[in-house]
């Protein structure tokens, strides 16, 4: 009796679920304790550091200062997650998105050590780790078009890098104004050391992608150039009925060579969650033989 392939959850479906339920448990609480008690406990902010509570550091990212602080930043996470988790897998596009939400974090505490009149406040949200995920993806591919709606109605669209380096210049453009005395409460810090975090994780970072194979480091900064393979509004493609029906050779022909040819060239750590799902059903199959 043959064992159906198991199913998961993707990464980005799993981040986008825990950001609702945290959202719903963030006003619960408030309704219970006050929202200045609650961003207390678990909002990033220096005097809760400063008492030990450096779980901040985690939490903050899974809080939000409204409905839709909240939905635009599923937005990005559900666009630029599915395509960094098909291009780095499930484990290593979480460490990229909880990595540039806690850089961003500490970079954001910084500030307000220098400029406290600015950049002292509580934060919260999920835009530091977003803002990771889309610099990984320009970083990987600078010159994939990118269509955004621009006040949900006007289309526009430009490659990865200028989204990228809009992000960049309203960012630093925000901290300047916030040195100046002139901010808001847009916690620009926390989006700049996110997106430094998302460039160097690509670019020279290679070790935290797969510090198994250490020894592949420079063919993993070679690999962080290729292209992703899956377009950002589609979804990653699990092994199905087709994969099984497939006669063996035309199955090997057709799945299995490209991902070894792949695996030669920028050595195992470059797979997707798919190609390794593939690789395992092959597995499974010469071993039914």
Known sequence: MRTPPRQYWSMTTLLLA????????????????????????????????????????????????????????M?????????????????TMLRLYLLSGTIGGLVQVGLGLAYSAAFSGAVVGASAGVLGLI????????????????????????????????EAVVTVSGIVFGVLGMGGNTAHGAHLGGMLTGIAFIKWAGWLQAPWTL????????????????????????PGKNDEELPPAEFISREVDPILEKISAQGIHSLTAREREI???ARSRMARR
Do not use: D
Not at 23 to 38: A, S, T
Not at 149 to 157: E, G, Q, R, S, Y
Not at 215 to 238: H, N, T
């Open 75 to 91: 937005i990005g996470l559900y666009f630029f997650g599915r395509a960094m988790e098909e291009a780095l897998g499930r484990t």
């Open 215 to 238: 020894w592949g480091a420079g063919s993993r900064r070679r690999a962080s150039r290729q292209p992703v393979r899956a377009s950002v509004l589609r979804p990653v493609r699990r």
């Open 279 to 281: 690789l395992e059903a």
């Open 135 to 166: 610099a990984a993806f320009a970083t990987r591919q600078p010159n994939y078009p990118i269509t955004l709606l621009v006040f949900f109605v006007i289309p526009v669209t430009l490659r990865a890098r200028w989204l990228l380096l809009i």
């Open 18 to 73: 825990s950001l609702v339920v945290c959202f719903v448990i963030q006003w619960i609480l408030e309704g219970q304790l006050g929202g200045r008690r609650v961003n207390e406990l678990f909002a990033l902010s220096i005097p809760g550091l400063q008492e030990g509570k450096y779980y901040q550091l985690i939490t903050f990212q899974f809080m939000h200062a409204g409905l839709l602080h909240l939905l635009f930043n």
